[in-house]
């Protein structure tokens, strides 16, 4: 660094702050809608996001004392009218998939110190491993948790000769003292996007699909570009009244306000977690309302 | 002459208050050189078994690192949701031990409290180590700690700047000038007190100490100069320490989960910083007066002094800590609600109780003439003091970790293993020693100040009797009869 440009171009040192619709004009942005009316809890989206992501497999007591590394996870709760009983204790539970929400206001970026997470154009929360120094203010600071640290340094112990061979090549091994999270498969986005640019067009609806949503069997999850008005995701948000920006939700200050409306509740289940926090969320999860087990 | 029969004189004769006796007023300067100069030479078994005893701590933290550095941090007893374990909290320890030596040197200065001059010292070498301290916590922290150097703003070819938005961001450049006026503080200060060493010491000591005293003289213009630029240092170095320990509790106040996400959380955490360190100035005052035979200087009415301070600090924090709950209480954040019943009634319920008793009932005992003049119950005390203090600094960390917005990440209980243990223990003799080698190697009483003091008191008994009127007009105090 020259002096020259030290004293000159001061406005390069600032580092523009995520903003809430910072990229409203930008051509892509990465939403997901997950249908808990449709989740079984089979947990083939971890799976298929492990074999995706070159997430290490810790083994069993590493997992049990808090260092696993599923990007997505299938949570179970039992909820009050369930029948739980002790001879099965799995049964009447609720899932909930849990990764990454790619927060458009995130609470990680702005405590990171070294920048190493950052808001992209396409609306996702990206993680610069190589950035990263491991101070693990992100996952402090995440109300969802869902950020998981290398404890351990993985890549020696979890993929031995031969196993190496299956890891993706498109994706980074990393290494020990980084941080990562659940990234919407930016590979397969990327990828798509430079196949879509080559043929002078923006990504279809449905060319990309990230590892979770396209493995999953009841097509619980769906995924799309909700700048795209006609996308899947987009009308998923639309019909369920969600506003990506918006707080508190219109839908929800419509409903206190009408009470006619609380009749359109069946329809109306799309909710984001925590919108209080006022994170903005990517993510939108609807309601489960079916009563019967799976 | 006064006149005994001018009202005004009489008047002010019967307001007088008299002062504590701080320290004798007989003590010759040369007895005054040859003590302190004492202390620097041939250590007494205490000192080694000290010395040694924190060696060995250290060098069992710098086993635990290597592993740690070695293995990944997964080896200390780290996991999902606990990722801060309890270095955090022992840095924030060790920072707010670093307030004490500022408000004696500096604070106390500029309020020309004279009976801090025998002591703030080693209460300022206790601030520099405690930085020092607390800056290889943060190092120890990292997970990549080959990487340190991101979070410092510094020019770089890649144009690659830390997030300046990130409080950890501003706590590096806080420490480092914190860290960095501090030392250029104690050193000043001391320049004065190295040249009597120059004169007394021999052979390549007298070398050492004749560069470290930069041709101290002792002339009229020498002495101006140093009276104005301590002062000034001492006016930079406030600030700096108010800042540091806010910007230390925005690490907490900035964030969003419950539990940290509390405004009061900056003048909360510098009281607490003062309270811990003005305990750690009172267990280093026995221990040192003990090691060096400095009884004649670290006397029990400077104790006293210490010790009330330390009731009003811990007053004040108590103050704060409980606005801090009520403000939760009776605000209308659910979660932080919430997260302040888990403190108080969760598995971690029995620390919570201990920090609250420690730090704000156990200095009820400070109030009793009794205990202040005791040396070992004031040495149980401050430990217990500090204790308390590091447990608020884990609880401040801990529960929310436990217990913060998301349910399915909740946990019962997390407790450290032997690696952050022993890291921790490794701290504390990493810093017993430094301050060890400190007092042996430079003079961990102000000389020059000390003399300044008994000069004064020698002249207001000499003011004193020649005011003093023919017959008492008011009962006066028994140690008023001169």
Known sequence: MSFDNLTANWSKLRIKRPKIDQYKEAPYKWAMVIDLDACTGCNACTTACYAENNLPVVGKDRFLAGHQMHWIRIERYWGEGSKHTHEFPEKGAQFLPMMCQQCEAAPCEIVCPVGATHHTPDGLNSQVYNRCVGSRYCSANCPYKVRYFNWYNYPETSWPNPLEQQLNPDVTVRTKGVMEKCTFCVQRLNDAKSKARTEGRTVRDGEVLTACAQACPSSAIHFGNLADPSSTVAKMWMAQQVELADFPQKKDEQREQDEKLAKNDAVVRGYRIFEDLRTFPSVVYLERIRSSEV | ?482
């Open chain 2, 1 to 482: 002459m006064t006149n005994p029969h001018d009202e005004t004189e009489i008047e002010a004769e019967r307001r007088f208050v008299p002062k504590p006796k701080d320290i004798d007023s007989d003590i010759a300067w040369a007895e005054i050189n040859a003590d302190v100069m004492r202390s620097l030479e041939r250590p007494r078994p205490l000192f080694w078994f000290i010395f040694f005893g924190s060696l060995a701590l250290f060098l069992w933290g710098c086993y635990c690192e290597v592993i740690q550095y070695r293995t990944g941090l997964g080896i200390a007893a780290m996991e999902n949701p606990h990722v801060w374990g309890l270095y955090i909290a022992t840095f924030i320890f060790w920072i707010g031990m670093s307030h004490s030596g500022t408000l004696l040197s500096a604070i106390l200065h500029i309020m020309h409290a004279d009976w801090r001059k025998p002591i703030y010292r080693f209460a300022e070498a206790m601030t520099t180590f405690s930085l020092m301290t607390a800056g290889l916590f943060v190092l120890v922290h990292l997970g990549r700690i080959w990487q340190f150097y991101y979070v410092v703003a510094y020019p770089n070819e890649r144009w690659a700047w830390p997030n300046f938005s990130s409080p950890l961001v501003w706590d590096a450049t806080a420490i480092g000038s914190y860290l960095t006026t501090s030392v250029i503080f104690l050193y000043f200060g001391m320049i004065p007190d190295l040249a009597i060493c120059r004169d007394e010491a021999h052979g390549i000591r007298r070398l050492f100490y004749r560069a470290m005293s930069v041709g101290w003289m002792g002339t009229d213009r020498q002495w101006s100069n140093f009276r104005i630029t301590y002062l000034t240092i001492g006016c930079l170095l406030i600030p700096l320490a108010v800042s540091v320990h806010s910007i230390v509790a925005t690490d907490f106040a900035v964030s969003q989960q419950p539990g940290w996400h509390t405004t009061s959380f900056p003048p909360y955490f510098v009281a607490g910083a003062l309270y811990s360190g003005c305990a750690a100035i009172i267990t280093l005052f026995i221990i040192l007066r003990y090691t060096f035979r400095f009884e004649q200087y670290m006397t029990i009415p400077i104790l006293e002094k210490l010790c009330k301070l330390t009731f009003a600090i811990s007053m004040v924090w108590t103050y704060l800590n409980f606005i801090e709950y009520a403000s939760v209480w009776y605000g209308t954040d659910q979660y932080a609600k919430n997260a302040l019943i888990y403190r108080a009634t969760g598995t971690y319920a029995g620390f919570w109780w201990a920090m609250n008793i420690l730090g704000s009932i156990v200095p009820f005992a400070l109030t009793f003439k009794a205990l202040r003049t005791h040396i070992p119950t004031m040495m149980v005390v401050s430990l217990l003091l500090n204790l308390g203090m590091w447990i608020e600094r884990f609880m401040i960390v801990t529960p929310t970790f436990a217990h913060g917005y998301y349910p399915w990440m909740w946990t019962d209980w997390w407790w450290p293993n032997y690696i952050q243990v022993g890291i921790i223990l490794g701290s504390f003799g990493w810093f017993t020693m430094l301050f060890m080698l400190f007092c042996k190697i430079f003079p961990s009483v102000s000389m020059y100040e000390v003399k300044e003091m008994v000069y004064h008191r020698r002249l207001s008994k000499k003011h004193r009797a020649a005011h003093a009127p023919a017959q008492p007009l008011a009962p006066q105090p028994q140690q008023e009869a001169t």
